[in-house]
């Protein structure tokens, strides 16, 4: 070891994918990285994790693994295997770069922000990074990692005070400079859609689709800033206990008796 801190790097791209072979690049400026990635395209697998079937882990060269299964597969496996690919517990989880936003409630299906939530629900701070398709590769990888930089400077001057951080950055096209601001989700709303058609043998089939149609105008939110031509950074919660319906769930609860 020589002292910098340990990144763990997945995405959900597959660990082939240009973008994170950049953005591990600049990573390893100032950190150890070591990448633990699937080995095929898991887009929108969200936090699924492989229960059913065994998961195949190879080493692809120094530091770099690729397994058969989901991004949280990935992370999950990276800190638990008998077979460690780290030498100790990381001080970061990093998961991207992805090829594609996540704004909104891209967060509840995107298999980047699911890689990235179960390194935050081991307790490791965990930054997931999106980059829009028309963002020049190696700048964007840049600014990833200076994002990832500072949050682990942050994250850990408030260890031991709080619950680990989880934090989603976006950044817009272009090549930067970019400005970051902090925002909350937004609404990006999609053609509801589903396609159906035949294959060349008869058979029916249906197509999950629709690209994305507009974003409302919230303010202060990720989606703002993307039309603005800023980059985001929103911070994500673990606990999905809606304390303000809390009274709604005594309202039906009353009645039924304790088992």
């Known amino acids: 070891m020589d002292g910098r801190p340990l990144v763990l790097l997945t995405n959900d791209d597959g660990y082939l994918a240009p973008n994170l072979r950049a953005l591990r690049d600049e990573l ?29 882990l190879r080493q692809v060269e120094d530091e770099v693994f690729a397994l058969d299964g989901t991004p949280a597969d990935c992370v999950y496996v990276g800190l638990h295997s008998p077979k460690q690919p780290l ?19 891209d967060v509840f299906y995107s298999g980047t922000v699911g890689g990235a939530r179960e390194g ?20 964007a990888a840049a600014f990833a990692s200076r994002v990832a930089h500072r949050f682990l400077e942050v994250a850990r001057g408030v260890a031991g005070v709080r619950k680990p951080l989880l934090f989603n950055l976006n950044i817009p096209p272009g090549s930067g400079p ?21 294959d060349p043998q008869g058979r029916d089939y ?6 994305p149609e507009h974003h409302e105008n919230i303010p202060g939110s ?15 919660i673990l606990d999905l206990t809606h304390t303000t319906d809390a009274p709604l769930a005594l309202a039906v609860a009353q009645g039924f008796s304790s088992p």
């Open 28 to 56: 390893r400026t100032w950190a150890q990285v070591v990448v633990v990635a699937p080995e095929s395209e898991q887009s929108a697998t969200s936090h699924a994790l492989t229960l059913h079937r065994p998961l195949r």
């Open 87 to 105: 030498p100790r517990k990381p001080d970061l989880v990093v998961s991207g770069l992805n090829h594609g936003l996540n704004l909104g409630a």
């Open 120 to 139: 935050a629900l081991r307790g490791i701070p965990a930054l997931a990074c999106s980059a829009a398709s028309r963002a020049e590769r190696c700048a």
């Open 178 to 198: 970019w400005a970051l601001r902090s925002t909350v989700l937004g609404s990006r709303l999609y053609a509801d859609q589903v396609v159906h058609a035949q």
């Open 206 to 211: 249906l197509w999950i689709g629709g690209a």
């Open 222 to 236: 990720d989606t703002e800033a993307h039309e603005e031509g800023l980059a985001s950074l929103t911070p994500l």
